[in-house]
């Protein structure tokens, strides 16, 4: 059974930094496609980073590039999402997802990730 675990988010002031890890439990990090995905009130929920497998890249969102880095630590089975120049749109439930079989078309996809973590608030005030 593979489980996903959020932590690190919290309430920030624009232009501030936040580190979110996600730690995986059940499957070994360095097989999985994992995701980054977060959903405003009101919002569908979109993917911000992902990885792929297997060394397989890092892909970002427009709305993140160049701002949040997502990582890969194989040693503690963790995939972080480090977050810079915070702004107040960046606010959302931010939520950690991972897939066995993610094809490169389907990586910003929600239906494409089997397993999900519960979700740890970021909140960034101007």
Known sequence: ??????SGG????AGDSLRLSCTVSGRAVSAATVAWFRQAPGKERESVAVIRRY??????ADSV????????????NTVS?????????DTAVYYCAAGMGVILSTIWNVAAYEYWGQGTQVTVSS
């Open 55 to 60: 060394g397989g890249g890092a892909y970002y």
């Open 65 to 76: 590039k160049g701002r949040f880095t997502i990582s890969r630590d194989n040693a503690k």
């Open 81 to 89: 999402l480090q977050m810079n120049s915070l702004k107040p749109e």
């Open 10 to 13: 919290g309430m920030v002031q």
């Open 1 to 6: 059974q593979v489980q996903l675990q959020e």
